[in-house]
């Protein structure tokens, strides 16, 4: 797969946020959402050891299992546009969250500062709309939101793991689960 050009693109700062949509065919999306209905998640997660009572819905994913599916291709390609002087990421973890109206998400990161890691999380749904709610939002360093990603079916959200940022949950008119299938990148060595 070619670099892809991103839908739109931000930073937080100096921190890069990218959009990216129509990597993988809406009917593949669909078929992820359909598959992963059918797996257990665990209410294991923690967004932070401070909120370590409040777990969240997971679903750790194989690495090999993600590097067969599609997204797995569009979130390398992704990742080269973060990419200097021959550098490239790896896949060091795979999972899927999920979550419903009423649950608790909060604030947090994916990686210490300065640690050049990636977050490529894509959003996996056969349809959402605005009333639903479910966006993530990505925060400053004064705990103000800067950016905000909708859950568009097949989007990819690519991001320095550092941004604080959060997944919002569902709004009570939504009944459909909030899947965001999450891949985490480190520069190879």
Same mark, same amino acid.
């Given at each position: ?9 931000? +930073? ?14 809406? #009917?593949?999306? &669909?078929? @992820? ?8 998640? =665990? ?22 299992? =993600? ?9 390398? +390609? ?12 790896? @896949?060091?973890? *795979? ?7 009423? #649950?608790?998400?909060?604030?947090? =990161? #994916?990686?210490? $500062?300065?640690?050049?890691?990636? =977050?490529?999380?894509?959003?996996? &749904? ?18 103000? &939101?800067?950016?905000?990603? *909708? $859950?568009? $079916? ?5 991001? #320095?793991? &550092? ?18 299938? +999450? ?7």
């Amino acid at each position: 797969m070619t670099k892809p050009i991103p839908t739109r693109e931000g +930073a937080i700062e100096s921190r890069r946020i990218l959009v990216f949509d129509d990597l993988v065919p809406k #009917d593949q999306i &669909a078929r @992820m959402a359909t598959a992963l209905e059918a797996n257990a998640f =665990t209410k294991s997660e923690i967004a932070k050891p401070e909120t370590k009572d409040y777990k969240h819905w997971v679903r750790e994913i194989q690495l090999e299992a =993600t590097r067969k599916l599609p997204i797995y291709s569009a979130a390398i +390609a992704a990742a080269e546009c973060f990419c200097a002087n021959g550098e490239s990421y790896r @896949m060091y973890r *795979s999972y899927c969250n999920y979550a419903s109206f009423g #649950d608790m998400l909060f604030i947090h =990161t #994916d990686a210490q $500062p300065g640690a050049r890691e990636l =977050t490529a999380l894509w959003f996996i &749904a056969p349809e959402w709309h605005p009333e639903w709610g479910g966006e993530t939002l990505f925060f400053n360093g004064e705990m103000d &939101a800067e950016f905000v990603a *909708s $859950p568009r $079916p097949g989007r990819l959200v690519i991001f #320095d793991g &550092a941004i604080p940022h959060v997944g919002r949950p569902p709004t009570r008119i939504c009944f459909a689960p909030r899947y965001t299938y +999450a891949m985490k990148f480190e520069l190879e060595k």
